[in-house]
């Protein structure tokens, strides 16, 4: 099994721009959670989804970020326009039931910096 | 959500035995008390949860407290590679599948 992939795994861009994350859970997971950390903040919870519905997106930070999960296989992250405080490592995390027992797997991450 | 306790930091020489610590004195009947481990550069890393009786897998044990109000992860013979920040997190088995991550422990091992 390939794991949660990821992509880009680094994007530099200047601020202003649109950036969008991409994430493919691992196949037969149903849930899928996007994570940003930084220094400052440590790990947190942006947004996760169940069966494809966004189920709790309390932790997105503001209307210029969104997310989508179109089908089971794939989901994005979007940040319009971007800002320089959006720096971070984003995580894309995937688990098989939804449930408090279920293992979270994490991605590699994309590492964004805007300038 | 109930809360965990970990300290900042601990050291630990290569293979011998690491006692990682958690307090979680709020903890309720349906938590479940997991851990993950982020190595540098990598995302986190399931590694161990249970409910109240102890547990063992190939990475590490957990070990309950009676009261469930603390936990201790044990890595039997701490590697280089066992290196990286540690977080103990609650889970409510009744609510949804959250995990909220606190600071966590980074783990020296010095070789």
Known sequence: DAGVIQSPRHEVTEMGQEVTLRCKPISGHNSLFWYRQTMMRGLELLIYFNNNVPIDDSGMPEDRFSAKMPNASFSTLKIQPSEPRDSAVYFCASSLAGLASDTQYFGPGTRLTVL | ?111
């Not at chain 2, 959500?1 to 610590?21: C, F, G, I, R």
């Not at chain 2, 949860?49 to 603390?70: C, F, P, Q, Y």
């Open chain 2, 1 to 111: 959500d109930a809360k965990t306790t970990q300290p900042n930091s601990m050291e630990s020489n290569e293979e011998e035995p690491v006692h990682l610590p958690c307090n979680h004195s709020t903890i309720s009947g349906t938590d479940y008390i997991h851990w993950y481990r982020q190595l540098p550069s990598q995302g986190p890393e399931y590694v161990i949860h249970g409910l109240t009786s102890n547990v063992n897998n190939r990475m590490a044990s957990l070990a309950i407290a009676e009261d469930r109000k603390s936990s201790t992860l044990i890595l039997h013979r701490a590697t280089l590679r066992d290196a990286a920040v540690y977080y103990c997190i609650l889970r409510d088995r009744g609510r949804d599948d959250k995990i909220i991550f606190g600071k966590g422990t980074r783990l020296h091992i010095l070789p």
